[in-house]
């Protein structure tokens, strides 16, 4: 929140500045206590240059992180919503999964029968659509995003992989066609989602 607060100052005051003054010569004066620097043109626009570039690093990063935490019950949450009863799903995966480096980075199962299905979840943020290199290297099956590219969807088709691309509108809807694709179980979506979400949600993070 600070960084676009202070991003938009900056950039209305310049703006501001431009459309008054015909003839700008930008500046840019550095502070500490009694220690003042003044930086010229180039100087100025190196310092705002690598100021955009911490304040995407840091963005991603924040992303990245919550992200993390809000995988598992996020797809949990998807599952409950249609009704996938709990032995159609799992936060881990069975024993016959050899590849225990490749266990660590799944991030759930849909389960049908003996079939475990694997699920791919990343939430990167507005600006970072997500590349399905990732999940065809790791033989995922379901592959559920915030933001997917054209060429995502094309490479996740050509390779018989469901998706989910959670920003569009209603864009977890989809999740209802990817279960009837796997043949997973489950039940149509409520008329009342919003309350099943309410209750859903308080069991999911109790």
Not at 75 to 95: E, F, H, K, P, R
Not at 111 to 134: I, Q, W
Not at 187 to 205: G, P, Q, R, T
């Amino acid at each position: 929140d600070a960084s676009n607060e202070h991003y938009d100052e900056l950039h209305d005051a310049i703006k501001n500045l431009v459309d008054t003054e015909t003839d700008v010569e930008l500046s840019l004066t550095i502070k500490f206590k009694e220690v003042s620097v003044d930086l010229n043109l180039s100087e100025s626009l190196i310092v705002i240059n690598a100021l955009a570039v911490k304040r995407a690093a840091l963005r991603g990063g924040l992303w990245s992180t919550a992200g993390k935490r809000v995988e598992k019950p996020l797809m949990q949450t998807l599952c409950m919503l249609y009704g996938v009863a709990d032995a159609n799903y799992s936060m881990v995966g069975g024993n016959k999964d050899s590849d225990d480096s490749f266990k660590r980075e799944v991030d759930f199962y849909l389960v049908d029968g003996s079939v475990e299905h694997k699920c791919e979840v990343k939430l990167m943020g507005k600006g970072n659509p997500e590349s399905a290199d990732a999940v065809i290297a790791r033989a995922s099956k379901v592959f559920v995003a915030d933001k997917l590219s054209k060429t995502n969807k094309s490479q996740l088709d050509s390779r018989g992989v469901e998706w989910v691309e959670l920003r569009n509108e209603n864009g977890y809807q989809r999740f209802g066609v990817v279960l009837n694709n796997l043949g997973i179980p489950h039940s149509e979506l409520s008329e009342n989602i919003d309350d099943d979400l309410n209750s859903i949600l308080e069991s999911v993070l109790s």
